[in-house]
């Protein structure tokens, strides 16, 4: 590695905010923020190719830089007039990773490195606060110990809380000088104790170790998983920010705080934030001590305050976004230590994106880019029903957004245990910290006594889109018994609770929760996506009430009404397994005339609900012994009538016969099995009376004035002759209709493309089908030979943990399988019958990086479940912006 | 429809052989002998193509031509100095179809036509021979109202029986003619009451409604399905042959029959055949009267015999192939009706061909174009073992070669219900008919009381290559009572009978039945046939025994050897239990070396048997349950425990583990489940064993000095991961075992294609893969979604049966689907590794038109089972010859 090929080191002076890739988030914003003239401390940069050289070449590289970061050293002695390591004004440097994707708490930072036995009694005489520089000295042990050594950080917290113990005392504050320089020794001890040498007195080294501790950190297990959850890539790797230290600690008239240019949570104008006075910068982070909101600063501190807001207002005009801000006040001294475009919920992210294309601030596609799908999926969070009287146990902070009920779990490996296993579980904790991530992400939602708004808990649980109440002091929380107490009450792991994390309230037992609605700036930026997509989103609905909010969500037609859930309704059951049972062809008919009176009821609301926009509806496709008793059950009720002597019972007959049909339907692979269209060539009267209902329903409808445009979709076709047989049969019933009624209604035949087949012989389907449908759960299924039902917990998930595949293939479109059946049958398809309709209707039609790809394609639409229309359509958006792909 | 386009008409004297398609083979072959001088009664044939345009145009094409068909029947006249329908030398002729492809049996034929009241009279007087010229007419208004007014024979023939039993006679030549001229009148009633027309007097009529009815026939039921099973196309039509008639039963110097110029059974040279002495054509092949064979022609009238065998020697020089001839003698002079190239039996027809080799009438290619794989496949047809002490019953003759086990059966429907659900029938008939043939097709094989060599059941057996053994006077049938009397014992339906169609026994009960063997002559044909082959022929075997089996058969490899079979062993599957139900790695690992043991023998043994062949071992398949037991035997198992109190026993205890295990394993669609190269994933300890007794087999033997050609194949294989960790696992082990043993042997990694997303990343997994193999069973389950377990019984066959599907999937490549993906994953496979080996391991292997397929594609191998071998080699050389596609 020769150094002189590449510079590795940038002073702030020499950056600016374009330059994120190299000097991380963190570091282009100090270097922007310098260059404008805002009060940065000074500092300078070590690059993300440091780090990724650091990867590649370890120590060698720390070697070949370190005279440069040497002189950096001395230029920041230069600008400060202090000295590093010696002296009587020594220079503190804090250590802070900085990625080019903002990784809240993620990563490592050290503070007031450069103290040592020497160095510190300056400190103290330069001050005048001996209690403050051995506070400080104290800390830098702690966090260097913990995050340099892998010193357990409890050791030292063991020594604190006996010394204030020993001092009758309850907070940290309250511990004077001389014992804190006593416990210093006492840590040393510790330090040599665990690790076998001493801690490093000698700053320089100091300084190596906490730079090459950060460059290690970026492939801790927990980045990673930050990383793998975030779909962030693991080759950007970390700049690493060295800058001379300020303090907030140095008593009343020091402050340190953290504060957003608009609401992260509603996105409303004006300062949102919190400070503490007298503190470090992490203490406001840990969620220690619970922060004042930033509005109390106006009283303490006027002029500061002043120049924070115009400092706010440059940075936002500046960076036309949102900003997250750090600030520390030393002696009454503002000092801005970070600015970064600021995390939002969902909500925040759609107001703020409106409200600044009415500032004229950012143009429309801007505020489109601004809301990501991910947000979209948030924004439709399930709220408690403010009409509904709840039993409100505490109030704490409001977080994150929404609501959730669950099981109280104390533990994040439980959280993790249980919410694998598909329960709903509330994570309580005093605070979190980075290592409780996985039970977070199981968890439906999040409990704290401690911390702010811009806690751990608070920062994750709003990425995550989960409920969050923080800081919420009254509760109680026993860790070891797993109990929680709060106003005279106790509550055990597993009690039932319900968070509003809206609200910040903690409420007893089970909450109904509310369903999300659309706010007006919601339905304006989904309207503003809407200008940009290409690909049209559809929803998937098979009720009235579906297709009602399907509708009122943007959705421009239904791609897929199935109809076999209609038949599954309580009253229906019975009549829909008369017509299986049925031993003749009469007998089925006869059922099939009492189903036809029903279904074309149901056609008749959905086609309503959807005036004017195209209905899809696929005709019965699931396997007939799905809608009769299991096997099991059935042989328990005829042995227990025959325990009972009612062996010849007409009961015990027809249980017979039932049991002898689901006998004879059961199949090896009911995935491959008699299903779908094969159902409607074999008993042609099924799919006749389906057809026949739902011209009858839609004739009557246009009868009444009302526009219908129905699409009639075969399941599961995979050869021509079925597809030209089916077409066959709907334009004779069509005809008929249409002569006994001399009405004549639109409507066109299509074929869901669902097996490989159908995609593999598409141009011979398209000479008789009129749209294509992309079935890609089926077709993921045989493309892949996974069945659905057994895969994930057999080995489809070990598969995606263990990267042998690179994405889920249920949740994103397989690309060079599945998507490349796709692109053939969607050219051979539009070859044979240029224009055709074709869209995909599978679950995958609502997940972004699968409508990037029917984006690419040149899809018509995505059908989706109604509630992932907004999602679908953000999404579409930002595929023909190339956002996502 | 301009009757001067097109000649319909051709005189015999205006064709020749090779004018098939346009005359039928039997009008081509006629004209064909007229042009060489044989003794053929003069005649003309209407074209194919007349037949075509009758059946877009109907009456009009009769109308059109009529005045030409006059025209002719005057130079037949002139030919032969009789009148038609008039005078008193009355011309009558016979009317009979001939399509372009042989159909015995299949088409209708009249004789005696231009017989009326008044024509009867004249033929009486100029013959002499009035019962002659009655017993005509009566056979000319049965034969006529049976195939053109469609009068039910039976109506006739109950008449006849009842003047029989008047007369105290028991045969119809004992009926003196003025009986038959009363039975005529009666005969003309019954014509009357049943159609309500008289019986057409005028002969002109009667000709026309003749043409009209064999055209007709074209399209009946029986002949669709003749051409169905044999494969020949519904768009060549009929020609029609008008002959005039001469007799055979005239009296004692008359007579009929039907030679082969050598033996159709086992292809010895020389006459074979038989004839009935004063008799019509049609006794013969009815089978009423059981002929004399032709040998004792000799004696009989041995000016004749000389005559006929110079005739025959002529024919068979002239065609280069065996001739199949009918001749009549009319007052001792001979004249030939009808040449054609012979139907044989597979075994007459290797011999026959081979013959021809050696003698110099044709070359190896023809004689290879001449052995069809139907008939290679017919050649491996079981035998009774001559060592074997059986239970004769009766002798009969030895009409179709091979022996047939099964349920005795009489009824031709019933046959065919029972063969559909897999049962093995024999069809037990006093003689056959044509509407019996689907009986025929779905019996193992036909036994019958009555008939000769050439009836309808011998004949038709033959080309159905099935046993039969006909004219076994021996036995009484009683239809109504469906029971079997022979020999003094009883045998009723459902009973047991085996038939030995080589040696004509009817044997009692079921007798083992031995594999056929391999002659010299068939070895012969097969080494002519590799000589001609592009696509090399591979076996799938599992055994030693089975590899050197294949080996015998002339398999060049073994392109599937399934490991799976090697555990289900008795004294196997304990163990391989023990691995499945391992609750740690370490209790799995025990279990895996003993198997380790067990296979490392297995493949010594196979590899041996195929020493300097390749040999592809595929790692473990199925799913793990289907080596324990189910889940209900294991319930049954446990319960019973309990009720004796032994629920504590160790026995419960393991029940109890392999019954968890079980129902862990149980899975909703195993097809697409946890099976292939994802159980090598998940635990790859199974893979490694096995991929470790594989290398040391091969090390042993090479240290023998045996050639080893191990290639390790993958199942399963769907994504280029995968493919990649898989190898670098053999890869990984070999150079382990290469360096213990410092000893290395050349080895192939390659890959199963059997999931659609295998095809479609070839390109991928060829980088890992050396060879590809595709699995078309499991490829056809996915590319449809069929599942084959299911689809067989609830939708296929009736899919086949009603031609949604135009083939059977799962017996023939689906080329446009499956055949598509192939083509896709040999294309991409050979461009990023060229040269790299790609064959074909699947059941459709086996199948010539598959074969046809891959020969196509350019596949290296086909690998079927040992069985199929020598069928596909000679399928490899007829795809190369272009006879197949």
């Not at 606060?129 to 506070?135: I, N």
Request: aromatic share 6%; charged share 25%.
């Amino acid at each position: 590695m020769d150094k002189n090929v590449k510079k590795y080191i940038y002073d702030f002076s020499e950056g600016n905010a374009d330059m994120k890739a190299l000097l991380g988030g963190k570091g282009a914003n100090l270097a922007q923020m310098s260059n404008i003239g805002l009060p940065v401390p000074p500092g300078f940069t070590l690059t993300t190719e440091a780090c990724l050289a650091y990867w590649s070449d370890g120590e060698h590289l720390l070697d070949a830089i370190w005279p440069d970061v040497m002189a950096a050293v001395e230029r920041l002695e230069r600008a400060t007039g202090k000295t590093f390591g010696r002296g009587d004004n020594p220079l503190l440097l804090s250590v802070r990773s900085g990625a080019p994707i903002s990784m809240p708490g993620m990563m490592d930072t050290i503070l007031n490195l450069g103290l040592n036995d020497v160095t510190v009694e300056a400190l103290a005489r330069n001050s005048g606060e001996p209690r403050f520089a051995y506070d400080s000295y104290r800390r830098f042990i702690q966090m260097f110990s913990d995050v340099v050594l892998g010193v357990s950080s409890s050791l030292f917290e063991n020594e604190i809380v006996a010394a204030k113990r020993a001092l009758g005392v309850r907070q940290d504050f309250e511990i004077n000088a001389e014992t804190w320089k006593r416990l210093i020794d006492r840590f040393k001890e510790i330090v040599k104790k665990e690790t076998g040498t001493d801690f490093p007195a000698e700053s320089d080294q100091q300084l190596r170790k906490a730079i090459d501790a950060v460059f290690r950190s970026w492939n801790t297990a927990r980045a990673k998983t930050y990383r793998r959850i975030n779909k962030i890539p693991d080759d950007l790797g970390t700049a690493v920010n060295v800058m001379a230290m300020v303090f907030g600690n140095l008593g009343e008239d020091c402050g340190t705080g953290v504060c957003f240019t608009r609401n992260p949570s509603t996105g409303e104008k004006g300062l949102y934030g919190e400070f503490l006075v007298n503190a470090q910068g992490e203490d406001v982070v840990a969620g220690i001590r619970t922060p004042q909101p930033i509005a109390e600063l106006q009283d303490t501190m006027p002029g500061l305050y002043r120049e924070l807001l115009e400092i706010c207002e440059l940075l936002e005009r500046h960076y036309r976004d949102m900003q997250d801000i750090e600030f520390t006040i030393e002696r009454n001294r503002l000092f801005i230590l970070q600015t970064r475009t600021g995390k939002r919920t969902a909500r925040s992210s759609v107001h703020i994106a409106v409200d600044m294309v009415k500032e004229g601030l950012i143009d429309r596609e801007t505020a489109v880019r601004r809301v990501t799908p991910d947000q979209v999926e948030k924004l439709l969070h399930k709220q408690v029903d403010p009409e509904v009287a709840v039993d409100v146990l505490a109030k704490g902070l409001p977080a994150s957004p929404g609501a959730a009920v669950g099981a109280v779990v104390f533990d994040p490996d439980e959280a993790e245990k249980r919410g694998a296993a598909g329960e709903s579980v509330l994570l309580v904790r005093h605070e979190t910290t980075p290592d409780d991530i996985h039970g977070l992400f199981a968890a439906q939602g999040v409990l704290t006594s401690h911390g702010g708004m811009t806690s751990h808990a608070a920062v994750v649980a709003r990425g995550l889109g989960k409920p969050c109440v923080s800081g919420c002091e009254a509760l109680e929380i026993d860790l070891v018994k797993e109990r929680l107490f709060v106003g005279g009450r106790t509550f055990s792991k597993g009690d039932t609770l319900t968070i509003d994390g809206s609200r910040g309230l903690v409420i007893a037992g089970k909450v109904a929760l509310m369903e999300p609605a659309m706010t007006d700036e919601f339905r304006q930026i989904l309207d503003w996506a809407d200008e940009t997509a290409k690909v049209k989103v559809w929803a998937n609905a098979d009720t009235p009430e579906d297709a009602s909010r399907a509708r009122d969500f943007g959705a421009r037609g239904i791609g897929l009404c199935r109809t076999e859930h209609m038949f599954m309704a309580p009253e229906r059951l019975p009549v829909m397994k008369e017509m299986i049972i049925a031993s003749t062809k009469e007998e089925r008919v006869a059922a099939l005339d009492k189903l036809q009176v029903m279904q074309e009821a149901d056609y008749r609301g959905i086609f309503k609900a959807m005036a004017g926009l195209p209905v899809t509806v696929r005709l019965l496709d699931p396997p007939l012994h799905e809608f009769l008793p299991k096997e099991a059950e059935l042989e328990k009720s005829l042995s227990k009538l025959r325990s009972e002597g009612k062996e010849k019972s007409p009961e015990a007959s027809a249980l017979g016969k039932t049991l002898a049909k689901a006998r004879a339907l059961k199949e090896t692979n009911p995935m491959l099995g008699f299903r779908g269209c094969r159902l409607g060539i074999i008993y042609p009267e099924i799919y006749q009376m389906q057809i026949r209902s739902i011209f009858l329903s839609c004739l009557h409808l246009a009868d009444a004035g009302i526009e219908v445009i129905p699409h009639i979709m075969m399941p599961l076709v995979g050869t021509q002759e079925e597809m030209k047989r089916l077409k066959g049969m709907v334009d004779e019933i069509a005809e008929e209709l249409f002569a006994e009624t001399s009405r004549k209604i639109g409507y066109e035949v299509g074929t869901m493309v669902e097996v490989p087949r159908a995609a593999l012989v598409a141009d011979e389907l398209a000479e008789y089908a009129e749209f294509f449908s992309f079935g890609t759960n089926d077709l993921t299924q045989t493309t892949f030979g996974y069945s659905r039902d057994d895969a994930e917990n057999k080995f489809l998930a070990q598969y995606v943990a263990d990267h042998v595949l690179p994405e889920h293939p249920f949740r994103s479109i397989d690309r060079n399988g599945v998507g490349r059946l796709m692109k053939i049958a969607f050219e051979e398809g539009r070859r044979v019958r240029p224009g055709m309709g074709i869209g995909i209707c599978g679950e995958h039609g609502g997940d972004p990086s699968s409508i990037a790809f029917c984006h690419q394609l040149g899809l018509d639409y995505v059908s989706c479940s109604p509630y992932r229309v907004p999602v679908a359509r953000i999404a579409a958006a930002h595929a023909a912006l190339g956002l996502i792909d």
